[in-house]
């Protein structure tokens, strides 16, 4: 993609939203993922799922966390002059994820500024809210991330 057609700084002022999803969620997924990273019985049978607080075979936090990375690649970062983040501000798991549950919501820009340690960079505050084929929300996050100001990218050139 050339340059000038990615997302910088200046698109995305506060209030900007990027739709997330739909993302399908299945047994398998949830299971291969809790196998290889977070393998609580909740997360790998369906019956110790059904007996746990979180009422059946229930995605790992991480998994959500994980499935919510790429609606946000997916949607806007893969097309974003970014540089990462520089962590995380709060994750809260607000309802299990379980298997068959539809994800969908969206990131909001909640505030924009220029780095003052890193010339030709800003900083943007994003939230972010998954919600079930039910309108329940499953997951909330906040977190910066850093993006090329246009004007900077374009004297490089």
């Avoid at 309802?95 to 919501?105: E, F, T």
């Avoid at 998954?130 to 490089?156: C, F, I, K, W, Y």
């Amino acid at each position: 993609m050339p340059k000038d057609d990615l997302l910088h700084f200046e698109d995305m002022s506060p209030g900007t939203v990027f739709p997330l999803g739909p993302k399908h969620v299945s047994a398998d997924e949830i299971i291969a993922f809790a196998m290889e990273f977070d393998a609580q019985p909740m997360h790998l049978d369906a019956e110790a799922g059904r007996n746990s607080i979180l009422g059946g075979l229930a995605a790992s936090g991480w998994h959500s966390c994980a499935m919510m990375m790429r609606m946000m690649a997916d949607s806007y970062l893969l097309r974003t002059a970014a540089e990462g983040a520089p962590g995380i501000d709060f994750v809260k798991w607000k309802r299990p994820v379980l298997a068959g549950d539809v994800l969908s919501g969206e990131t909001r820009v909640l505030d924009s500024r220029e780095s003052k340690s890193r010339p030709g960079i800003g900083i943007v505050s994003l939230r972010h809210e998954l919600r079930n084929q039910n309108g329940d929300t499953v997951l909330e996050s906040e977190n910066p991330v850093m993006v090329h100001l246009r004007t900077a990218e374009t004297a490089q050139s």
